[in-house]
């Protein structure tokens, strides 16, 4: 199976700022990867895939970039509504696997 | 809109049966792919089950392999996870999501609902 590694799982920032959260496959899955995020009480939302292709509807102050075995999420000029959790998954294979998820908290 | 909306969630003993429905509304549901994801308390995401449009092709992890199996009614608009053999490690809450058109990534999400297993 590809494992799939967030190597933060907390991530605190300042509306305005910038953050980056990356996500690792233990092989090469091409650019077959995808990022969602999940705010409370809310259904988990699509924001990525092709790793790098904004679903509709995601602002384009996000954006994702890599390749092969390493990506990343990044969220320029921070909202008040971005804080939440963050997963990466993915479709190179089955099974399908995400990452265990970095919650971005406003310091 | 798109709605996805799970039901038949909640406390089963181990060893014994449960099944899930979800009730599809604001896409033509029959063209789309459509999977089962499930998220243990305090745990990660964890893919369950996919069936194809015609639900003549099915696909599942090793965990649930020969204990949970998906199906769907194209002319309700219904997807289905009837789940055998519980363990306590099946529990969790178990979201109904639909494949994106021509990929495996999932682009609509329902709310979940929750399965306890537990004697």
């Known amino acids: 199976d590809v494992q799939m590694t967030q190597s933060l799982s907390y991530l605190a920032a300042s509306p305005g700022e910038s953050v980056s959260i990356s996500c690792k496959a233990s092989k090469s899955i091409s650019n077959y990867l995808a990022w969602y995020q999940q705010k409370p009480g809310e259904a988990y939302k699509l924001l990525i895939y092709s790793g790098s292709t904004l679903q509709s509807g995601t602002p384009s102050r996000f954006s994702g970039s890599g390749s092969g075995t390493d990506f990343t999420l990044t969220i320029r000029s921070l909202e008040p509504e971005d804080f939440g959790l963050y997963y990466c998954?993915?479709?190179?294979?089955?099974?399908?696997?995400f990452g265990s998820g970095t919650k971005l908290e406003i310091k | 809109e798109v709605q996805l909306v799970e039901s038949g969630g909640g406390l089963v003993q181990p060893g014994r049966s449960l099944k899930l429905s979800c009730a599809a509304s604001g896409f033509t549901f029959s063209n789309y792919y459509m999977a089962w994801v499930r998220q243990a308390p305090k745990k990660g995401l964890e893919w369950v089950a996919t069936?194809?449009?015609?639900?003549?092709?099915?696909y599942y992890p090793d965990s649930v392999k020969g204990r949970f199996t998906i199906s769907r009614d194209n002319a309700k608009s219904s997807l289905y996870l009837q789940m055998n053999s519980l363990k306590s490690e099946d529990t969790a809450t178990y979201y109904c999501a639909r494949h994106r058109a021509m990929g495996m990534e999932f682009d609509y999400w329902g709310q979940g609902v929750m399965v306890t297993v537990s004697s």
């Open positions: 069936i194809s449009t015609s639900g003549s092709r099915t």
């Open positions: 998954q993915q479709y190179y294979e089955k099974p399908l696997t």
